[in-house]
């Protein structure tokens, strides 16, 4: 036992109690510098890992990265780039912010459920939930006008995800059930629902195509418009700024509504919970419902937006929910972290996919490479500790950070115990 | 007085800090076969650190630990174990869905080829039972058996181990008056065995029964040892507080008016369904405080449940001036007008991740004042909390700080804050002065007292005996979950140690 | 509510206990005899046999044994909806269906890996330690046996190097629930994403577009001497492979260990409260380590059977979620070998119908896949008796 452990023993013991050990401690409750510089040094770190193994296996990590930045579109952001590169790297941008999309939602809906104590690893369940509403609603009703059937399907899908979450979060507050599993298993009955639905002979599956296991398409007056780069070619829609409104919403409710302010402390500690009247079980089928509904509109916003039909194979096949639950973690379950952690993870699945021909790798070699970056990040942010602990200056300046400058001097134990 | 034989144990200079709190300051302990010798002091004395030193549970910063004249290095409680030494410890280290048996040899067990031989394991187990009068059943869970019955298991297992060197650490902290009689056999017959035994406690009156000779710690320090023959209670009392005893603040009469809450036969179960408040009536008028004094785990803290609305009681009434909450939920409790300053603040007192604006505001966030249509009033909880942090001298940080931040007894001021700052008609404080130092626990009698003047009823429940002595209008006793003796400040240690433990007395009713 | 004080009248000479009981098999009897070996055709007898369940289990309900009358009831009315999908099956469907020998022999297939990793996490939450990672530990054993199968010519090697593989990532996971006290949870995610990503990027980096070889070693079917002709039991299970056997063999192994020797103990009580066992000496880290590593092999093997047992290739995510239905199978099971083994072959048997259903009928197929996690859900919510993981599962362990 170093004299390290035994005051990290001494600190844990003493003044975190129950609130260390929920997930709602992944958040970043220490506002300022040491906020952001966490997620920051988790990326980067993760990415050396990457770039090692990827040297590891004979190919050049800095080319392979600068290849994949170009892929994203960022690389439009630099004004020097012009002339061809502009509208590569324009049309590269648009599709990152296409994923972006969804994965701000996505990342939302597990975020939340963090924030309230809760795993929400059923975010790929409800996305599901909510394509299938999506693509049923937006599929038929031809002749609605085109405002009020987009609105029509996207609340839809967000109701249909709700209730999905729901499932798990009645579970949970009757029975008592774990989340976690609950919403394992609703993943995947939600994709065996969603197979079954458009398979061939499935109620759902498009008449017009009877020997493809795919659904109907969305009706021009569902689609949601675009407003950078042309439709033809999957440009970029007004999804975005829905999902970022959303984000919005979701800043709003953890800081300044009741119910933001209840989940918190149902997070952190259900029995102080208890102890001020909140009804715990209550809480956490609200906070389901809410998670539920984010996945849900982000599914309905990629078919919408530029999906416009639902193969079997792409319910089977997708992993968005994952990366929500990576992009969470790494936003540290906050609005704006998650935007820009949604935003990092779509650059990272546009630059890697198929699409990006300057790939100096070979493209399914990076889908992997991406995986394995996504898991390096998720499991530094499960410690929590690598980062701002294990370097033992950094623990000072860990619990330094989270006062203010005028605090520090007149803070400290004083008194003992 | 020249020792032919070395001590069988020996702790020199031993010190241990954890941050900037020396827990253990340069402390020498000893302990010779055949002898008894207490560790005396308050709680965070000092004691329990020094004894998870001895332990191998944490390594000290200076001084060494000699067995039988040798210096030694203990690494972990194997080490302990090899080097001889048993401790029993004051929360049970036992696995609650195993049976005794299987406790009792965990780690050094008896196989007979690949198996585990429980045959054997009941076999050794009869056998010291019967040769120290420990009496359990080898094949009961541990969960379904007495606490009496664990702390036998407990002395048990460092018996198994051949422990020449016993510690007992406040081993009669949740025993009957039967069953620390029967300690005191047992610990007698240990030392006939020519055992080395060291009792904890900061009971007086037990261990001027138990020992051979009385260490007293105080704040990390070892302040004296004394031989039994020649101490009293007083002189224990003396090295213990290091003043005369009575720390509390003036206190004016108080002028009791009509029962704010009244508790009448109340039954109360707890999570295993075993009742724990039987029949239990008490009443506090506003404008007194009365104490609730007991050995802990004799249904404290379900009947504060039950008053506080955490816990549905079977049967009974619980009246907050007439209105009857019995099981009516958390909510109505607070709605009725209970404060609860909790037991341990940072578990049911607290959120520590929260900043003390939102920590000070959990109590009433849902009325009007702070909250509209599901939108919360942050500007007005900023300002309250501004005012009530320094109504409260509170230190460590303005309304934004994180609540962590602050030290314990700073957290503890939060709390107290919280609670009296709506107005409540009755508070409930279930040890409040737990884990503080003296200013603090000065700062909340201070302030209990003042409640008190406000026209409040004040629910004491404490095991600081002091608290109990200090503070109070009137002292009830609580015995497995009902009233056994009303008492005034004035009683005696004695008095109230026979009635906490179950004997009867002559009860002196207080003129009400 | 407590168990106890549920006051039965004396008088009554059954107790509804026993009747509950009775109604649940009537119940499940109901479907039962409409399809083979029975074939009973019609819908009275089934409606009748479920009347009669239901009346038991509202009689039990009433006696005060309300979830095994509910049950019983249940049973009765998704009978039901089973006899009238039998009565509408012609009786040649109904056999191609329920072919019971090659049902039980897909069973013991789909069972196998999953077992295996539904023993590695008993080990390992015996211990204490969530292992969500079985997903990815599994896939890592699913790769690296090809791998080493096809590297070493031979499937021991396969095996082997799918334990090896198997135990790194399951060391890994260790280190960082146990030693950095990380959120288990999210490490068994973060887990599962770099199994896929590793797997991925090594078949695609060392076996191209093209996948990985034919012809590589498999892990051989036992055939039984005299059985394998005998009928039933030949299909069933005559030519069943080596690891399903292993597997089974694995159950009462691991039983006796759990739970009649000292090692077995020790894990347990470092799983139930580590602070006791720590103060009595035993090495609490270095126990739980083993138990994570020793999961991680056994869902590697898991993994190894589907590759270089089974297929005899991989693709990539062949593992496709078994290892969450193993999670699943190791909850239903109550954290116990045995129990695993019955909710394995559960599951198994919903595959094995889901196949056969399909064949049939492919759209209603596809929702027989969906009933392993149904059942866990149900398992879960605790609906099937008391699901209690060891008491210090999941919380990372700090001595003092």
Redesign the interface.
Known sequence: ?SQLE??L???????????A?S?????A?RRGLSGVTVPILTTVIAFIAGGL?VLA?GHNPLSTYSSIFNGTGFNWLFPWVGGAARATAAGNLQQTLIQTTALILVGLAVAFAFRAGM?N?GGQGQYTVGAIVAVWVGSSFAGMPAVLHIAFAIVAAGLAGAAWAGIAGV?KA?????E???T???N??AI??G??CF????PLQNPSMPSTPVSSNVVAGAKLPVFWGSAALQGLDVGIFIALALAVVFALLI?????G?EA??VG??P??A????INVGRTWIRVMLICGAFAGVAASLDILGWKFSLFTNDIQTSQIG?YG??VA?LGRNTAGGTVAAALLFGGLLTGTSDRNINLSI?P??V?????????????L??????TLRLLKGGQRIGVAL???PR?VA???????? | MAQSTPPALALKEITKKFGSVVANDRVDFDVVPGEVHALLGENGAGKSTLMSVLYGLYKPDAGEILIDGKTVEIESPASAIALGIGMVHQHFMLVPVMTVAENIVLGQEPTRRWRLDLKAARARVRELSDRYGLAVDPDARIENVTVGAQQRVEILKALYRDARILVLDEPTAVLTAQEVRELITVINRLKEDGRAIVFISHKLGEVLQVADRITVLRRGKKVDTVPRAGATELSLARLVVGRDVMLSAEKPAGRPGEALLDVRDLHVRDDRDLEKVSGLSLAVRAGEIVALAGVDGNGQQELVDAITGMRAPRSGAVAIDGQDIAGKGVRAATEAGVAHIAEDRQLRGLVLPFTLAENLALREYRSPEFSGHGWLRLGHMQQRAEKLLAEFDVRGGGAEAYAAALSGGNQQKVAVAREIASNPKVLVAHQPTRGLDVGAIEFVHRRLIAERDKGRAVLLVSLEYEEVKALPDRILVIYEGEIVGEFPPEASEEQLGVAMTGGKTERTEVAL | MSVGTIAVAPSRAVSPKRIGVAGIVLGALAWVITIPPIEARGMAVPIVLAVVAVAAGAWSVGGGERKLGIEAIVVALLAVVGAAASAKSAVGTLESVFTWSALVAATLRYATPLLFAALGGVISESGGVINIGLEGMMLMGCFWGIYGADLLHSWVWGILVAMLAGGLLALVHAFLSIHLRANQIVSGTGINFIALGITGYFLEYHYGPNGTPLNISMVPNVKLPLIQHVGFFGAAVGDANLMTWVGLALVPALTFFLFRTRWGLRLRSVGEKPRAADTVGLPVLRIRYAAVIASGMLAALGGAYLSVGFVGSFSNDMTNGRGFIALAAMIFGKWKPWGALWATLLFGFGNAMSDRVSSVNPTLGTLFEALPYVLTLVAVAGLVGRSRPPAADGIPYIRG
């Open positions: 036992m035994d005051e023993n001494a600190e844990a013991t003493e003044s975190e109690g129950a609130a050990r997930p709602a401690a992944l958040t409750f193994i296996t795993f690893i579970l009757l029975t008592g059930a774990n976690v599993i609950s394992i298993m609703l995947w009955i065996w629902l197979v079954y398979q061939l002979g499935g800081k300044r509504t009741r119910l302010y918190r402390t952190f500690n029995e102080a208890r102890y001020a009247g994952f639950i990576a973690l070979d399914t070699l889908q992997y490479l991406t995986f394995m970056i996504e898991g390096i990040i998720v499991l942010v499960s410690t929590d500790v690598i989270g006062r203010r605090d007149g803070a400290g134990r004083g008194g003992g115990s």
